[in-house]
């Protein structure tokens, strides 16, 4: 069957870096997605990744390993509003998303 | 980026109504719209997928004749919940894709519907 696994939830401190992983198994694969959703809020696009690798975007970045059927969500200079659900999304071979039940990451200050 | 908007916010209903929730993609054509359900501390559920034009496709154990999914453009889904009671209570959050930009799903911000 299809899964993806991540952690339930994670604590940080403020300015420090935090690293969400995800493991996944999809009927193919077209890629990996990674979406910050707040509370009460619908999730808003942060990475996708395909190739293997590290893409930066400012203070996020995304990693994916496909023969390892891994990925992870780098977060540095941990801000307060960064406090949120993180999703991990696997894209199959039907272009479908398989979703992750969620990484919930607390901010301490 | 592209926009998808959502009516209403939220509703409140009497267990028994129905609700209509509409989604539209505002600067885009959305080849394909989805609607997700998510309960409380819990991850996204596909619900549907639908294309316009043509019926939508249901995940297994969604009633097809309890949410009616009607997607009569490029620009506009809807989803209607017929009957709804308690347990129907939910976010539902409705997603466009263009077709273009490697299948990205662009998400409405929700609609929280409380079924009294």
């Known amino acids: 069957g299809q899964n993806i696994d991540q952690p339930t939830e994670m604590t940080a401190t403020e300015g420090a870096i935090v690293q969400i992983n995800c493991t996944y198994q999809t009927s193919g694969f077209n890629g990996l997605f990674w979406y910050q959703q707040h509370a009460g809020e619908a999730p808003t696009f942060l990475s996708y990744?395909?190739l293997d690798g590290l893409e930066e975007k400012g203070r996020f970045s995304s990693f994916l390993s496909r023969s390892k059927g891994y990925s992870y969500l780098l977060l540095k200079e941990l801000q307060m509003k960064d406090s949120a659900s993180y999703l991990c999304?696997?894209?199959?071979?039907?272009?479908?998303?398989?979703w992750g039940a969620g990484t919930k990451l607390i901010i301490k200050p | 980026g592209a926009v998808v908007s959502q009516h209403p916010s939220w509703v409140i209903c009497k267990s028994g109504t129905s609700v209509k929730i509409e989604c539209r993609s505002l600067d885009f054509q959305a080849t394909t719209m989805f609607w997700y359900r998510q309960f409380p501390k819990q991850s996204l559920m596909l619900m549907a997928t639908s294309n316009e034009g043509s019926k939508a496709t249901y995940e297994q154990g969604v009633e097809k004749d309890k949410f009616l999914i009607n997607h009569a453009s490029l620009t506009l889904s809807t989803l209607t919940v017929t009957s709804a009671h308690p347990e129907d209570s939910s976010f539902y959050i409705c997603?466009?894709?263009?077709?273009?930009?490697?299948?990205?799903?662009?998400f409405g911000p929700g609609t929280r519907l409380t079924v009294l």
């Open positions: 997603s466009a894709e263009s077709g273009i930009s490697y299948n990205e799903q662009f």
């Open positions: 999304a696997a894209m199959d071979s039907n272009y479908q998303l398989i």
């Open positions: 990744n395909v």
